[in-house]
């Protein structure tokens, strides 16, 4: 009614409305698929720079962690029978006594010597098991291996523990000077 007191054609009307609609979705749809193919420009071009500044990064935290850790135990291991402990003090009297009563139970024995802060010494092992670890993502290769004393000082070891060929089954000697 309005168009026909304009004096304009209602299908005319019609006509550009529906034009301006046309219109609004094909930019609406150009916009979207231009938007999709400037990012994926944007992201390829810059891509390779990020790859390669990604793996020097990689690289400096790889290259500052320690080659491997490393482990050595004796031969033997808690099921086989320990050849001596030792402490870094004397035995008491009681503790002497103490340690006499058990004789040749060598896991009672290493109970006793543990608890007062000893540890177990494999005199007769001649095997030691050694343990290489890496955290490192690449391969660590070890091509050459010897033994050698890196550090010499004196023994802190002041009491020996030994199952002994006597009667009375233990040997235990005062080593060292001090307490």
């Known amino acids: 009614m309005l168009e026909q007191l304009s004096g304009q054609d209602p299908a005319r009307g019609r006509k550009r409305a529906f034009r301006a609609i046309a219109v609004t979705c094909v930019v609406a749809l150009v916009s979207i698929v231009g938007g999709f193919e400037v990012s994926h420009w944007l992201e390829n071009r810059h891509s390779q720079g990020d790859a390669k500044r990604d793996d020097h990064n990689a690289d400096v935290i790889e290259d500052a962690k320690k080659p491997f850790d490393w482990k050595v135990n004796p031969g033997l291991s808690d099921e086989e ?13 009681e503790e002497q006594a103490e340690l006499k009563g058990l004789r040749d ?14 540890w177990r010494v494999a005199m007769e092992s001649d095997s030691y098991k050694l343990q290489l670890t890496s955290e490192k993502q690449k391969a660590v290769v070890v091509t050459q291996l010897a033994a050698r004393a890196v550090n010499c000082r004196p023994s802190p070891v002041k009491t020996s523990i030994r199952p002994g060929r006597s009667p009375r089954g233990l040997s235990v000697r005062r080593l060292g000077a001090g307490p």
């Open 105 to 118: 139970d060598r896991k009672a024995i290493w109970a006793f010597v543990k608890k007062r802060g000893g």
């Open 81 to 93: 029978p320990w050849t001596s402990w030792v402490l870094d003090r004397r035995l008491t009297p």
